[in-house]
């Protein structure tokens, strides 16, 4: 029932209560009953627990910690929680840690092949437009993956 008073409190702004209360076939009693009632003690210590995940990953963990370094974290400072309910906040919260991937060699130059000549002798500039042109396939590693440029 509270899912129906959660969308309606949500869309209020857009929709007139009466109309949604009458589409969702609850009273409106009903839902400004659930509205003036204070928060169980469980949605509370879920509100607690969330402000210390978000602290632990954005200050401590600088986002790269998982739902098992978070709690870690949260063992060590005292406060209990279960490791899937950490999982479960991170989730509601849209945290997702940045794992950095281990470095691989992608280029391995053949030992016995020629040196590439160069063409152009180091002189990067020149007199007209198009007279020297010069390419370099770079690639950088981000978060996303490798992008080549």
């Known amino acids: 029932m509270s899912e129906r008073y959660e969308l309606i409190d949500g869309e209020k702004a857009h929709f007139p209560v009466a109309m949604m209360c009458r589409v969702l076939e609850v ?3 009903g839902y400004y009953i659930w509205r003036a009632r204070p928060a169980s003690a469980t949605v509370e210590r879920r509100r607690e627990l969330q402000v210390h995940i978000y602290e632990i990953f954005y200050a401590a963990g600088r986002m790269r910690y998982g739902y098992r370094r978070v709690h870690r974290m949260l063992a060590r400072r005292g406060i ?3 490791p899937e309910l950490v999982r479960a906040l991170m989730r509601d919260l849209g945290l997702t840690p940045l794992q950095p991937r281990p470095w691989r060699k992608t280029t391995i130059a053949d030992p016995d092949a020629a040196a590439t000549p160069d063409l152009v002798a180091r002189k990067f500039t020149a007199e007209r437009i198009g007279q020297v042109m010069v390419g370099d396939i ?3 590693r981000t978060w996303e993956g490798w992008v080549y440029l």
Do not use: L, V, W
């Open 27 to 29: 009273s409106r009693s």
């Open 138 to 140: 770079t690639y950088i």
């Open 80 to 82: 209990e929680a279960g």
